[in-house]
């Protein structure tokens, strides 16, 4: 492939964290104090803005995106967790699930190109074409944990 390739160009693109998910991906103790582990994955996000990685969405070929913005979604008892300014924090007043379906939903409907970060399958299907998902190992190892 050339350097002129459009399908090799970086995608800029807005990250939509299932921080549930991610959290519960690691047995770290998280459940001893779900706000508290929120908090920690969420003070480790902004170092993530602006920085590339591959992705490998399962049925789509991985591609090259850049990290613009991130959007983390907190739920039941972590919803007491905090954010550094960075990350914009949506506190589901219901279930998770509901709320990053219509957060990823309101990103494309602006023309952002969004991927979702989960390994919930039923989560994943809900989602509007074009979103991204990729699972939780994705964002641990950008992270390096």
Known sequence: MSGNDPSSATVPVC???????????????????????????????????????S?????????????????????????????????????APHDGDSAIVSTAAEHVGTGARVVVVTADRGLRARLSDGVLATGPGWLNDLLGR
């Open 55 to 91: 992705v490998d969405a399962g049925d789509v070929a991985a591609r090259r995106v850049r990290i613009e913005r991130i959007v983390a979604v907190v739920e039941g008892a972590a919803t007491s967790a905090t954010a550094p300014d960075e990350v914009t924090l949506v506190r």
């Open 15 to 53: 990250v939509v964290v299932d921080v549930a998910n991610v959290v519960g991906s690691r047995p770290d103790g998280w459940w001893r104090e779900r706000a508290g582990a929120a908090t920690r994955l969420l003070a480790s996000l902004p170092g993530l803005l602006g920085r590339e990685a």
